[in-house]
């Protein structure tokens, strides 16, 4: 059983990696989570996406959410802001689709042109 | 249609989050002996005055400016309807939100609760700034999570949304779920 005085613990630990975390200008990955895109299977999107942050140490990385953008048929969607660079969206994602997209393109930068709403659309 | 009761949640929470809340609590009750599954979202966001309660329950209403329709309360209802119960809504301007859904425990279109770790985290992802606290009890069982007291503990300068954190917050519910269905 967890019990609250362990969260004091891993504060602790935690404080020392977070100052490396701070005044970096990272990346930012957005998920659609309103009806349309909860409906479509975004909540496990995100969680990927979260879970791809924590497994590759990705501490530049922001992960956020908003709402519809009037595009519900085409969720779950994800968008792939990097600094310097065009926004990349991406439909219909799954959780997997989600890995390929952290690993690909948040850490390799190489889009992943096949999920990408204009690979969709053709 | 969702699949989960615990999709349905993380929509209406999103409701909250809009409206400006600052506290969302999230009460499940579940009691076996008198047979009903009862879901409770109640924030503290800027209230609707009685026309736009009536007027939230058409899907044709919404307040966002994207598209025409707006699924999240009909959907609910129409969840709890086909369980041989109901959806209501308190509200005042200027205090806040309750929105009440009631189901049929034993129902056999009772969609399950589903992952309430992932809505909770999911939630909790959102806005930094709001507080949640999320209600579990079953039968005269009670589980409670408070963010409030967590960032009490984690101080300023720990995220709650730190990876580590969230590790021990998936755990946390998942024992304590655990422990509630327990017999």
Sequence with gaps: ?122 | MMKELSLHILDLVQNSVSAGASLIEIIIEENLIDDFFKITIKDDGWGMDKDLIEKIRNPFFTTRTTRKVGLGIPLMEAACQRCAGNLTIESEKGIGTIVTAYFKHSHIDRAPLGNMVDTFITVILGKADIDYIYKHKMNDKEFIIDTRQLKQILGLEVSISNPDILAWINEYINDGLGNLMEV
């Design chain 1, 1 to 122: 059983m967890k019990s609250i005085q362990e969260l004091e613990e891993i504060r602790k630990r935690t404080l020392d990696t977070i100052n490396v975390r701070k005044d970096r200008s990272g990346t930012r990955v957005v998920v659609g989570m309103a009806t349309c895109g909860i409906a479509a299977g975004a909540r496990p999107v995100l969680l990927a996406v979260i879970d791809e942050v924590k497994n590759n140490n990705l501490a530049d990385v922001v992960v956020a959410q908003t709402g519809c953008i009037g595009m519900c048929r085409l969720e779950p969607i994800l968008e792939v802001y990097k600094p310097g660079e065009e926004k990349v969206t991406y439909v219909k994602v799954t959780a997997s689709k989600a890995k390929r997209i952290m690993n690909e393109h948040v850490i390799l930068g190489k889009v992943v042109e096949e999920y990408t709403i204009g690979a969709s659309e053709q």
